[in-house]
């Protein structure tokens, strides 16, 4: 159980194009959910928490108008990096924890290239 | 959330225990000790968590010192798919605010299992 699912798994595209990201929680709902950013060889970090039917709150020095969440439904928020350009090329990954005792699961991450 | 301490990385035999620990010499009394792994190009996967107790289950068992400032996850039959980079991560459980379910990841530690 616990499943977390992102989609795609890797995008190539040019730069000025906008890409979104879907993350779903297969067999649980998620009130909220979270993504996450890692450059090679570093650690992840938080970029901001997705809540279902409300704005998503952002961490410190992440552009709001740049990296795009929505929290439609309680299995599904999708990311969508805005007029990417080469500087966002990242592995991104997203999160969810199923309600009472249970610890948070991640997906699989979606590895974006920007040309 | 408290900060912990790990080793950058450690090497381990096939077939061996592997050993991972941890520091969290600032925990508080309701902050939890989460463990989680990273394989290359893939998201985090969870391993175990604890409060005060030694906890084990199909993946790992977590030894949580009765002062509760360090913690050792370990692997008992370590095999080359353990491979990883390990996180060791301290967490409210539940919190509530805009601090609820997310979670800090520091460096890990690189654990290389050999033949």
């Known amino acids: 159980g616990a499943v977390v699912s992102q989609h795609p798994s890797r995008v190539i595209c040019k730069s000025g194009t906008s890409v979104k990201i879907e993350c779903r929680s297969l067999d649980f709902q998620a009130t909220t959910m979270f993504w996450y950013r890692q450059f090679p060889k570093k650690s992840l970090m938080l970029m901001a928490t997705s809540n279902e039917g409300s704005k998503a709150t952002y961490e410190q020095g992440v552009e709001k108008d740049k990296f795009l969440i929505n929290h439609a439904s309680l299995t599904l928020s999708t990311l969508t990096v805005t007029s990417a350009h080469p500087e966002d090329s990242s592995f991104y990954i997203c999160s969810a924890r199923p309600g009472g005792n249970q610890p948070q699961h991640f997906g699989d991450g979606t590895r974006l290239s920007i040309l | 959330d408290a900060k912990t301490t790990q080793p950058p990385s450690m090497d381990c035999a096939e077939g061996r225990a592997a050993n991972l620990p941890c520091n969290h010499s600032?925990?508080?009394?309701?902050?939890?000790v989460y463990w989680y792994r990273q394989i290359h190009s893939q998201g985090p996967q969870y391993i175990i968590h604890g409060l005060k107790n030694n906890e084990t289950n199909e993946m790992a068992s977590l030894i949580i010192t009765e002062d509760r400032k360090s913690s050792t996850l370990i692997l008992p039959h370590a095999t080359l798919r353990d491979t990883a980079v390990y996180y060791c991560?301290?967490?409210?459980f539940g919190a509530g605010g805009t601090s609820y379910g997310k979670l800090t990841f520091g460096q890990g530690t690189i654990l290389t299992v050999h033949p």
């Open positions: 600032t925990i508080s009394g309701n902050e939890y």
């Open positions: 991560i301290v967490r409210v």
